[in-house]
C-alpha cells in the first residue's frame, strides 16, 4: 500500500510560482510512474504531467508545458511539481498519483493523495 500526501500549495498572484511536493509512504514509489492532476471547482479531474520510475520521461499537458516542470528524487521518495507563470485558470486541487504504467489517464493510476489546493490570483 502507498500513502501520498501533498503540499506546497496555497494563494499565489498571477505570474507567481509554487512548488508542488508529493511525499510517499508505506513503500516506495520508486517502480510506478508518478502524475500530477487537477480539478477545478465544477470540472473534471484533469491531467498535468507524468513522470517515468526512473525520471527520465516526462509528458506534460497542453496547458502545462512550458510552465510546468515536474520531477523526482526517488531517495526521497517525493515527486514533485514546480509551476512557474501561474494564470487564474490555473485554481484547482492539485492530486499527485502513483500508475504501474506510463499513462496519463486518471482510470490507470492505483494510488491518489488527497490534494492540495492552488488559488491564482488576477
Known amino acids: 500500500q502507498v500513502q501520498l500526501v501533498e503540499s506546497g500549495g496555497g494563494l499565489v498572484q498571477a505570474g507567481g510560482s509554487l512548488r508542488l511536493s508529493c511525499a510517499a509512504s508505506?513503500?516506495?514509489?520508486?517502480?510506478?510512474?508518478m502524475g500530477w492532476f487537477r480539478q477545478a471547482p465544477g470540472k473534471e479531474r484533469e491531467f498535468v504531467a507524468i513522470?517515468?520510475?526512473?525520471?527520465?520521461?516526462?509528458v506534460y499537458a497542453g496547458s502545462a508545458k512550458g510552465r510546468f516542470t515536474i520531477s523526482r528524487d526517488n531517495a526521497k521518495n517525493t515527486v514533485y511539481l514546480q509551476m512557474n507563470s501561474l494564470k487564474p485558470e490555473d485554481t484547482a486541487v492539485y492530486y499527485c498519483?502513483?500508475?504501474?504504467?506510463?499513462?496519463?489517464?486518471?482510470?490507470?493510476?492505483?494510488?491518489w493523495g488527497q490534494g492540495t489546493q492552488v488559488t491564482v490570483s488576477s
Open positions: 513522470i517515468s520510475s526512473s525520471g527520465g520521461n516526462t
Open positions: 508505506g513503500r516506495t514509489v520508486s517502480s510506478y510512474a
Open positions: 498519483a502513483a500508475s504501474s504504467h506510463f499513462r496519463i489517464g486518471a482510470r490507470e493510476y492505483d494510488y
